[in-house]
């Protein structure tokens, strides 16, 4: 039978691991985030111009006035475009591991900061939105045996 204190020490090094605290993270994100949308979508809203039909329909007519000539550029140069695909995806795909890299350990830091395993400095706590301070974690000092 597993003893209380195995369990313990068994979910405090699961609760250590790199993926808790990414996925911490990203709930820290997620609620920023939504706290930020109705604000947005009020910004959005006021900003939204709602176009005149005269000018859309002027538009429109010089769209499709342009659309033969812009057939026949997409049609010479595909033959170029095609073949340049393959080092096109290998680069596209280079940066997107390295910028999904760099955002999973950002989003570990901020886990571990609202987990209490990292620095932390006075701001909104991370989970309920009320003013902390959250200190710098440090190991503890060693047990002496006595003599």
């Not at 313990?8 to 790199?18: D, F, H, S």
């Amino acid at each position: 039978m597993i003893g209380t204190n195995e369990v313990i020490t068994e979910v405090r090094k699961l609760a250590g691991t790199k993926p808790v605290a990414a996925a911490a993270g990203a709930g820290v994100a997620a609620t920023a985030a939504l706290r930020e949308l109705p604000g947005r979508l009020t910004k959005l809203s006021q900003e939204a111009a709602v176009p005149s039909w005269s000018a859309a329909v002027s538009s429109f007519n010089g769209t499709v006035a342009t659309l033969p000539s812009a057939v026949t550029g997409t049609v010479t140069t595909l033959p170029t475009v095609v073949t340049s695909l393959p080092g096109r995806w290998a680069g596209y795909v280079s940066t997107a591991r390295t910028v999904a890299a760099d955002r999973y350990d950002k989003l570990a830091d901020i886990g571990r900061e609202a987990l209490g395993q990292g620095k932390a400095t006075q701001t909104k706590g991370a989970l309920n939105g009320k003013t902390t301070k959250a200190t710098k974690t440090t190991k503890p000092a060693p047990k002496q045996t006595g003599q």
